[in-house]
């Protein structure tokens, strides 16, 4: 063997020879198996990757369901100390509720709340939002109420224009508008300007912003004017309202058994 | 009595699911009234006597849970109901199309009625009520139509499930 290395040669003719002709056959047989291993291996990475995937699938879902539930609780933390907030600003002690229904029917706007006569809930009761008036209560349940909405069709608020103090009743027009009836024609009314509650009427406390004025039209006669407004609760979205649990004025049935007829208070059209 | 009973709570989910899914952003403002396509269905496949007292029920709870205060639907969904029952095996209600017009007729029939009853009713006249009977009432029917054949194919596998009521339906028919 120390004869070989020493000679400078590399191997003989014949090694020469062999291992040429068995080297094809080796590199064949090699690249055999390392492709039938590549493929199998790769086979079997891939149903570890396809598995791992599976796995990180599920856990990007559990992880998004997580995300949503967080982002669900930081919303609702944001209303509830919006809400906190705006009870803690108003004097009233307030009545929070959920809301839990809308109006079965087309034709009506009302939502159902969680709270009822248990709770303190009365008819005629004022309800708001932190953006503004929602309604006032219709019906009541030991423990579930019945809002009207002010943009249902018999609803009427007795309000004011912020900015100039013209005097209008809010009345309802579904679909999340409403209009101001009753507007005087000589009143200088914009859009964009806010109609408030006027405290009149009794029922709804003065100040309670009710919505913005979006479309102003004076016709050619005639001593009023129309404006449309949105109001500033959007109705469609409400989860949680406030119930502001002042005593309502008698309704007009007891006023009106007791004595002489009177006109119908805001709140409700007299139907 | 079970068979009352399953009916009772079919009109509950019925009614909670117009309330609670329906009613919420953005569909809100064409929600089909699923209620109707119930007591409609109820029409042709109920007997007269319990039929129409269920279809009263389903009324006036939709009165109850509703801003109105007149109890227009506990009027006017029996009325539908009797109405449905009047066109029993007179209509050809087996087609999709078939069934979708005969809701959406009745739809219409019933808006035009609450109008007509609220425009009598109400001592101040309702200018902001007509706008809407064109522009979401018409469109919010059409998708009643639409959703009927859906509606009815359920009902008709739930009604078929409690073999019990065909019994019992035709024994009080006599």
Redesign the interface.
């Known amino acids: 063997m120390s004869l070989r290395v020493k000679q400078k040669q590399g191997v003989t003719f014949v090694d020469a020879l062999v291992t040429e002709i068995v080297s094809p056959f080796q590199r064949a047989s090699t690249f055999l198996i390392k492709t039938v291993h590549g493929v199998f291996q790769n086979y079997v990475v891939l149903v570890h990757l396809q598995r791992e995937n599976l796995l990180l699938k599920q856990k990007v879902a559990e992880l998004q369901k997580e995300n949503h539930q967080m982002k669900e609780v930081a919303y609702a933390n944001e209303r509830f100390q919006k809400l906190l907030q705006f009870r803690e600003k108003i004097s009233p002690p307030v009545i929070a509720a959920e809301v ?11 939502i ?1 709340l969680n709270k009822g006569e248990k709770e303190g809930i009365r008819k005629g009761m004022v309800v708001i939002a932190p953006e503004g008036v929602v309604g006032q209560i ?2 009541t349940a030991p423990y579930h109420s ?1 809002v ?2 002010i943009t ?3 609803s009427a608020i007795d309000a004011i224009v912020q900015r100039t103090r013209a005097k209008a009743i809010v ?5 999340n508008r409403c ?1 101001l009836k009753y507007l005087l024609r000589s009143e200088d009314v914009i859009v964009g300007d806010v109609a408030i509650t006027s405290g009149l009427g009794g029922n709804f406390p003065k100040g309670l912003m009710v919505g913005e004025i979006r479309k102003v039209e004076k016709r050619e006669h005639g001593i009023f004017q129309y404006a449309e407004l949105v109001p500033s609760v959007d109705l ?2 409400l989860e949680e309202v406030l119930v502001i649990p002042e005593a309502p004025p008698p309704p007009l049935e007891e006023k009106g058994k007791r004595g002489k007829k009177s006109p119908p208070r805001s709140g409700q ?3 | 009595m079970k068979r009352n009973a399953i009916l009772l709570l079919l009109g509950i989910l019925f ?2 699911f ?3 899914l329906l ?3 953005p569909i ?2 064409i ?1 089909p ?1 699923i ?1 109707l396509v119930l007591i409609l269905y109820w029409g042709f496949t109920l007997p007269p006597v319990s039929g129409g007292i269920h279809a009263l029920f389903l009324g006036y ?2 009165d ?7 109890g227009l ?1 506990t009027f006017t969904r029996p009325l539908l109901f009797y109405l449905a029952q009047l066109f029993k095996g007179r209509l050809y209600l087996e087609s999709f199309p078939s069934q979708s017009l005969f809701v959406f007729v009745f739809a219409l029939f019933e ?1 035009l009625l ?1 109008l007509t009853l ?1 425009a009598a ?4 006249p ?1 200018g ?2 007509y706008p ?1 009977f064109f ?3 018409l469109p ?1 029917s059409f998708l009643t139509g639409m959703i009927t054949p859906v509606l009815f194919f359920f009902l008709q596998k739930i009604f078929l499930a409690l073999p019990q009521m065909q019994r019992i339906g035709s024994r009080e028919r006599g």
Do not use: C, V
């Open positions: 839990i229904g809308g109006d079965p029917s087309s034709w009506f706007k009302s159902t219709l019906k019945t009207l909405l249902d069709y018999s009345e309802g027009r579904g679909e209009q469609t979205k059209k007299k139907k | 009614l909670t117009q309330t609670t009613s919420y952003h809100q403002r929600r009234d209620i709870l939709m109850l849970f509703s801003g109105n205060s007149f639907y808006g609450i609220l009713l109400n001592p101040a309702l902001n009520l809407p522009t979401f009432f919010q």
